[in-house]
């Protein structure tokens, strides 16, 4: 059995952004529910020296979409501008990057197997294949920070468990 690029790539992004979709809307309601603000949780975190849940949520679209049309360029740099401000702006950042991963034709990212790509930041560049640097770099930074997201909304009291984090797998049929 093979595998396209497209196939380990944006159906698990898409799956896991759809599943923060989810978290978000949970941790919404829950922070209504107790007459709190779900403002209030954008600048939260795990630990003080850890980044808040603003960036890690705008680490995954950057992780997902942002490193497939990085890919496309040839090269990856950290994304430096601000994170988003509000609980809704999180939110329409998840459902933006869903909106460009469902745009994504197959034979397009497959096109980028084995085309050079680079990961820069300042004079430090660390050179890759797209389908090495999407599944040993980007794949990994989503999945840490869409855990971490999922972490700090549950370590506040939003009752989530696995299913919420996993969302809907792909199963046969």
Same mark, same amino acid.
């Given at each position: 059995?093979?595998?396209? %690029?497209? &196939?380990?790539?944006?159906?698990?992004?898409?799956?896991?952004?759809?599943? @923060?979709?989810?978290?978000?809307?949970?941790?919404?309601?829950?922070?209504?529910?107790?007459? @709190?603000?779900?403002?209030?949780?954008?600048?939260?975190?795990?630990?003080?020296? @850890?980044?808040?849940?603003?960036?890690?949520?705008?680490?995954?679209?950057?992780?997902?979409?942002?490193?497939?049309?990085?890919?496309?360029?040839?090269?990856?740099?950290?994304?430096?501008?601000?994170?988003?401000?509000?609980?809704?702006?999180?939110?329409?950042?998840?459902?933006?990057?869903?909106?460009?991963?469902?745009?994504?034709?197959?034979?397009?990212?497959?096109?980028? #197997?084995?085309?050079?790509?680079?990961?820069? %930041?300042?004079?430090?560049?660390?050179?890759?294949?797209? &389908?090495?640097?999407?599944?040993?770099?980007? %794949?990994?930074?989503?999945?840490?920070?869409? #855990? #971490?997201?999922?972490?700090?909304?549950?370590?506040?009291?939003?009752?989530?468990?696995?299913?919420?984090?996993?969302?809907?797998?792909?199963?046969?049929?």
């Amino acid at each position: 059995m093979s595998l396209s %690029l497209y &196939e380990v790539t944006v159906p698990a992004f898409a799956q896991i952004l759809e599943a @923060m979709a989810g978290v978000l809307k949970k941790g919404e309601a829950h922070a209504l529910e107790k007459g @709190m603000r779900p403002d209030d949780w954008v600048g939260a975190r795990l630990f003080a020296d @850890m980044a808040p849940l603003n960036f890690q949520v705008k680490q995954c679209a950057h992780h997902s979409v942002g490193a497939i049309d990085a890919t496309k360029k040839g090269v990856f740099s950290p994304d430096l501008t601000p994170p988003p401000e509000t609980f809704a702006d999180l939110q329409t950042t998840v459902a933006d990057a869903l909106a460009t991963l469902a745009s994504y034709r197959p034979a397009d990212i497959n096109a980028l #197997t084995g085309s050079d790509m680079r990961f820069q %930041l300042g004079e430090r560049v660390m050179p890759f294949t797209a &389908e090495n640097f999407l599944m040993s770099f980007s %794949l990994p930074n989503f999945y840490f920070h869409a #855990t #971490t997201a999922y972490d700090i909304l549950r370590h506040n009291g939003v009752p989530l468990g696995k299913r919420d984090f996993m969302g809907r797998p792909r199963l046969k049929i």
